[in-house]
């Protein structure tokens, strides 16, 4: 007797439960690396016909969607019905579309970004005060690494609705620096020392030429917009060598940078403030003294 249900109760452990738990252990244990290295795969093959961006959109489809496709299985070798789990999904997915507007507007979003492509994986983006490197472009969001090295997530839904600025889209970026000089200094001169020191410059480029521009009368002087080109990669570069050789260059041909000036006036009812020049403290005191 005891033989008879050691045989059956194997039979059914053979039947029943070894036969499931190996498949699913197959899935596990090999559908999953063999999701992830098909996923690394197509994204060698495409990543010098598609964006970087694109790129990875495809590879993170496959591994959901392969993912999705081993869990359906893993629940069928279970046992579990799968026409309750649909019903169930399409109730919860009712009830969490209601829930999740937000979530949708930004894989709305999402989808018109991909699609528009006004930036890519790598460029330098600025949207408001925000600036830095993409790192990725998901359905949800961009990531965003500062130059201060802070990852950002962005919304896609913010990024369509705000003007998005591509600091790095084209090979060759403008520097502006704005300056003011003394109302004294000659403008042509002005002109003439910032020409030649974009000229002496190897990270400034002769085309476009660089250009220099009398914008306004200022309050303490004459201002300036002086504009020269560069390649995108030695920007930073530039812009640190370009201010220190304008400061030293100032001061070789005598050329005033002025500060602000400010200038107390009292009105013509009270006339102008009252100055005396006295020799010592003591005396200083006394004269205080006799005005109060």
């Known amino acids: 007797?005891?033989?008879?249900?050691?045989?059956?109760?194997?039979?059914?452990?053979?039947?029943?439960?070894?036969?499931?738990?190996?498949?699913?252990?197959?899935?596990v244990f090999v559908g999953f690396p063999l999701i992830l290295s098909f996923a690394a795969l197509v994204g060698r093959s495409t990543r010098k016909r598609l964006t970087p961006q694109a790129n990875m959109l495809i590879r993170k489809g496959i591994v959901y969607f392969g993912?999705?496709?081993?869990?359906?299985?893993?629940?069928?070798?279970?046992?579990?019905?799968?026409?309750?789990?649909?019903?169930?999904?399409?109730?919860a997915g009712i009830?969490?579309?209601?829930?999740?507007?937000?979530?949708?507007?930004?894989?709305?979003?999402?989808?018109?970004?991909?699609?528009?492509?006004?930036?890519?994986?790598?460029?330098?983006?600025?949207?408001?005060?925000?600036?830095?490197?993409?790192?990725?472009?998901?359905?949800l969001s961009v990531k965003l690494r500062t130059f201060d090295n802070h990852l950002i997530r962005l919304p896609n839904e913010m990024l369509i609705k705000s003007e998005v600025r591509n600091i790095t889209r084209f090979p060759i970026r403008r520097l502006d620096i704005e300056l003011s000089v003394a109302y004294k200094e000659n403008i042509q001169k002005i002109r003439e020392v910032?020409?030649?020191?974009?000229?002496?410059?190897?990270?400034?480029?002769d085309e476009p030429e660089p250009d220099v521009r009398?914008?306004?009368?200022?309050?303490?002087?004459?201002?300036?917009?002086?504009?020269?080109?560069?390649?995108?990669?030695?920007?930073?570069?530039?812009?640190?060598?370009?201010?220190?050789?304008?400061?030293?260059?100032?001061?070789e041909e005598g050329i005033e940078i002025p500060f602000p000036h400010r200038t107390l006036y009292t009105g013509s009812a009270t006339g102008p403030f009252p100055i005396r020049i006295v020799n010592g403290q003591s005396e200083d005191k006394e004269e205080l003294r006799a005005d109060n």
């Open 67 to 91: 993912s999705v496709m081993i869990f359906i299985s893993i629940l069928n070798q279970s046992g579990y019905p799968l026409k309750t789990l649909l019903g169930a999904a399409g109730i």
């Open 214 to 251: 009398f914008q306004n009368f200022g309050d303490s002087g004459l201002e300036f917009l002086y504009a020269i080109w560069c390649v995108r990669e030695d920007y930073l570069k530039l812009k640190k060598n370009i201010m220190q050789q304008i400061k030293e260059r100032f001061d």
């Open 95 to 139: 009830a969490i579309g209601f829930a999740s507007q937000t979530s949708v507007s930004n894989i709305i979003s999402g989808l018109f970004l991909i699609s528009e492509k006004p930036f890519a994986v790598g460029d330098v983006i600025q949207v408001g005060s925000t600036k830095g490197a993409i790192l990725s472009i998901d359905l």
């Open 1 to 27: 007797m005891n033989e008879v249900l050691a045989i059956s109760w194997s039979n059914v452990l053979s039947k029943e439960f070894v036969g499931p738990a190996v498949r699913i252990g197959v899935l």
């Open 194 to 205: 910032l020409l030649d020191i974009a000229d002496k410059e190897p990270l400034c480029l």
